[in-house]
């Protein structure tokens, strides 16, 4: 198994295509051979990031009141949850958002909606408005995730100053009828292709954890493969009371660990992004995640899930031996 381990780590560290047969193997290594893989993955990381990790900040810009059913979500109308909601908010509280972010050391900010989408009218306006004025006023790379958006729309936004769009498809095609019924993967999918199109960063990843299969998780990264997205973002299921998932067991650590791996040796030369879940799933185990193939992580409060302190994650990196971007 380690001869089978060095070798797709020389056709990564080379771009040569993983296959799905060689992805299945890997995913399923015997954790007496995690530590293994995880060495591979960090060479792999290394050669094309080197020691450099980015950090990622989000703002909970519009929360709630989401009419779209996804499982997994705590602002969807379809469940009952005890989180805010509220419409909305200012231009001046996004750019204080931002500036807060810049202090934790983040090198990304991202303006996150909850709805399916934005249409040209007033809250696009406003989001535009909010872009520009973070353009001015602070030095961050600046990135939105508004659900489902024309080329329209997004050019817009683009015009304004934002430099990266965000939108997951969540899992594979296979299993999104478990996820979501209220939009279709290929409205997802023309998302992303229409970012890429125009121009703009593409950030677009999953949720493990939810149900899917082991040939789902590969599925799901052979799609962002074939998509050609710049940076991934890998979340991890954290239950939330009132969702069809808050009973759903959680992921275990070296499990977490392989997946993480998959991905930086199917996509060497990606930003892969460790986000939601981290601190629930893996516990005292998420420095590895670097070892494993990240290279950015998200820092802070998350949607409506509160992140842990950014003292601890900035000393985790530099105990790692790495550097912030």
């Known amino acids: 198994m380690l ?34 893989l995880i060495a591979s993955s960090n060479r792999i990381r290394e050669r094309f990031k080197g020691k450099s990790i980015s950090l990622c900040s989000i703002i909970n810009a519009k929360s709630g009141d989401c009419t779209e059913d ?3 979500c705590s602002q969807s109308v379809h469940y009952k949850t005890d989180i805010p909601e509220y419409p ?6 996004i750019v204080e958002g931002a500036r807060l972010a810049i202090t934790h050391k983040a090198h990304k900010f991202g303006i996150v909606t909850s709805g399916k989408g934005m249409d040209n009218g007033d809250e696009l306006y406003r989001v535009c408005e909010s872009i520009r004025s973070l353009k001015s006023e602070t ?29 997951n498809l969540e899992t594979a095609r296979s299993f999104f009828s478990n996820i979501c ?20 960063r593409t950030c677009c990843g999953g949720i493990f954890g939810m149900g899917e299969s082991i040939e789902q998780r590969i599925e799901l990264c052979f799609k962002l493969r074939e998509l050609d997205v710049d ?23 070296f499990e977490i660990l392989k997946i993480i791996a ?13 986000a939601g879940g981290r601190e629930y ?16 992580i998200m820092v802070g409060n998350y949607l409506t899930v509160k992140g842990r302190r950014y003292e601890e994650d900035l000393q985790m990196i530099k105990d790692m031996g790495l550097e912030i971007k």
Do not use: M, W
């Open 231 to 253: 940076s991934i973002p890998l979340n991890f299921l954290h239950p939330i009371k009132g969702t069809k998932l808050e009973n759903a067991p959680s992921l275990k650590p």
């Open 70 to 72: 996804c499982v997994f």
């Open 262 to 274: 998959l991905y930086r040796f199917i996509l060497p030369d990606k930003d892969i992004k460790i």
């Open 139 to 167: 030095p961050v790379h600046r990135c939105a995730s508004l659900g489902i958006l024309s080329k329209d729309a997004l050019l817009k936004l683009k015009e304004a100053g934002l430099q990266e769009y965000h939108h």
């Open 181 to 200: 019924t209220t939009h279709t993967y290929d409205e997802d999918v023309e998302t992303i292709r229409a970012v890429k199109e125009i121009g703009l």
């Open 88 to 93: 909305l908010i200012s231009s001046d509280k």
């Open 3 to 36: 001869k089978f381990i060095r070798g797709l780590e020389e056709k990564a560290l080379k771009r040569e295509n993983i296959d799905f047969n060689e992805a299945y193997q890997l995913i399923t290594v015997d954790n007496s051979y995690v530590f293994d």
């Open 281 to 296: 799933n893996l516990r005292d185990l998420q420095s590895l995640v670097f070892a494993a193939g990240a290279n950015s």
